[in-house]
């Protein structure tokens, strides 16, 4: 799907780009790709790249076929980390008008950002799941050019986990450990996700990758190299699973983003540490440098 030389730019339709991987992704593609990002609110990157914002809820959008005019691929990250499950429905409904539409328009290739398996509970009881597995599925069996990544634990500028995390250490001294800390974590940064992303909708492949980056930690060995990072000799109030649960509900309860209690326990059922993805030409970044740069940036704070 390579435009030729002289011959227009190939327009892309980007699903819920003004993100932690929109912000990625616009930056990879935005070069080669006019590019048309739909979501609500405006994010001025996306002006300074040239980016045409289309301010809508994907939830609320009947008629797809005039965001499909001229479309020559989709790239779908539109979800939401935390909402109702009458809003998880509402938007898997808008995404899945969205598939219907695009079967319409037969050259379209769609890149879909899904999420790894989680525990069974999770998969079964969870609407942040059971919608986005329902949206995988419909893209699956649609007849559509489709490659659907699903990556673990992601980490890039203005990520709300290791960056967070990283500035909590900083501020308290001291981190929760839920359990024994001994479950794995492979983070793989947002624009290696951003290259992967590129590369698949070049592809013509269909189906399902798991992607992890290029080191596979034991959690607390990541969250003592975050201390470490900011100089600081690692420090943790131990709880178990049912109180680490607990805690995140409070922390819901009181209005916070900071954690929920589903990340919880995907964390801590040792399904995050995926094997690095391969299929990169370039290697994938090391989270080390990373927490790094973060620490720095908090020291000067
Ligand atoms: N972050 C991670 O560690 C991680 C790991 C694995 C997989 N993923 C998956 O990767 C995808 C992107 O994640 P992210 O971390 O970039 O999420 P994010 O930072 O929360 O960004 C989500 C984007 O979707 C847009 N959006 C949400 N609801 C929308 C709606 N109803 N209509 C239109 N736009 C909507 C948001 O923009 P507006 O608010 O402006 O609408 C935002 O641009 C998600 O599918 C997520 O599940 C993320």
């Known amino acids: 799907m390579t435009s030729g030389a002289g011959a227009p730019p190939r327009v892309l339709l980007v699903g819920g780009g003004g993100g932690l991987v929109g912000r990625a992704v616009l930056r990879e593609l935005a070069p080669s790709f006019r590019i048309r990002s739909v979501h609500r609110s405006p994010v001025p990157a996306e002006a300074a790249a040239g980016v045409e914002w289309v301010p809508g809820d994907v939830a609320s959008v009947r008629d797809f076929d005039p965001l499909l005019e001229g479309v020559d691929a989709i790239v779908n990250l539109a979800w939401y980390r935390w909402e109702s499950p009458q809003r998880?429905?509402?938007?898997?409904?808008?995404?899945?008008?969205?598939?219907?539409?695009?079967?319409?328009?037969?050259?379209?290739?769609?890149?879909?950002?899904?999420?790894?398996?989680?525990?069974?509970?999770?998969?079964?009881?969870?609407?942040?799941?059971?919608?986005?597995?329902?949206?995988?599925?419909?893209?699956?069996?649609?007849?559509?050019s489709y490659r659907i990544l699903r990556p673990t634990l992601l980490f890039g500028p203005g990520d709300r986990l290791l960056t967070v995390m990283l500035r909590l250490m900083a501020t308290y001294h001291l981190f929760p450990m839920f359990g024994d800390g001994c479950y794995h974590v492979s983070p793989l940064s947002t624009a290696d996700l951003a290259r992967v992303v590129r590369q698949e909708i070049e592809g013509t492949g269909n189906g399902t990758v798991d992607l992890g980056g290029p080191e596979r930690w034991v959690y607390r060995d990541l969250t003592d190299r975050m201390f470490s990072a900011l100089r600081r000799t690692p420090r943790y109030v131990g709880m178990g699973e049912r109180t680490a649960l607990f805690v995140a509900r409070l922390v819901v309860g009181a209005g916070s983003k900071l954690i929920y209690p589903y990340e919880v326990e995907w964390l801590m059922s040792d399904l995050l540490g995926l094997p690095a993805y391969r299929g990169l030409a370039t290697p994938l970044e090391e989270v080390g440098p990373f927490l790094d740069r973060i620490a720095n940036q908090q020291a000067q704070v």
């Open 88 to 144: 998880f429905r509402a938007l898997y409904e808008g995404l899945s008008r969205l598939l219907e539409a695009s079967a319409r328009h037969t050259s379209v290739r769609i890149v879909h950002v899904s999420v790894p398996a989680a525990p069974t509970s999770l998969e079964t009881g969870l609407p942040y799941l059971t919608y986005k597995r329902r949206l995988d599925r419909e893209l699956a069996a649609s007849g559509l």
